[in-house]
């Protein structure tokens, strides 16, 4: 019996910690989000207000999304969405982006 996995088969593997820092690493703004969410949506519209492009990675979507958002409460300390990464550094979720912008301090970031 073959076991060997085809080249045109592809083999969805969960995600890791090396990944999910990839991606910080890769973008100045980054946002594990879940389409569904009041507070992913707030953080997207901050961002949004200040025309900062950002990397919107929608968790529901993706088969992997429950490893990530595992790998992001062992990261933060919190598995809630959002998790909002600025320049590699967890701001935390919606609330603590929207607090940061209403000071004025968001926007010095950049």
Do not use: W
């Amino acid at each position: 019996m073959d076991l060997s996995i085809s080249s045109a088969e592809e083999v969805v593997m969960p995600a890791t910690k090396d990944e999910v820092d990839q991606l910080i690493a890769s973008h100045t703004i980054v946002i594990f989000s879940k389409t569904s969410c009041p507070y992913c949506r707030m953080a997207k519209q901050i961002f949004d207000k200040l025309q900062k492009k950002y990397k919107s990675i929608e968790l529901n979507e993706r088969d992997d999304g429950d490893e990530i958002q595992s790998i992001l409460g062992e990261m933060t300390g919190a598995r809630t969405v959002p998790r909002v990464f600025v320049n590699g550094v967890c701001l935390g979720g919606g609330t603590d982006v929207k607090k940061l912008y209403e000071k004025g301090e968001l926007q010095k970031m950049f």
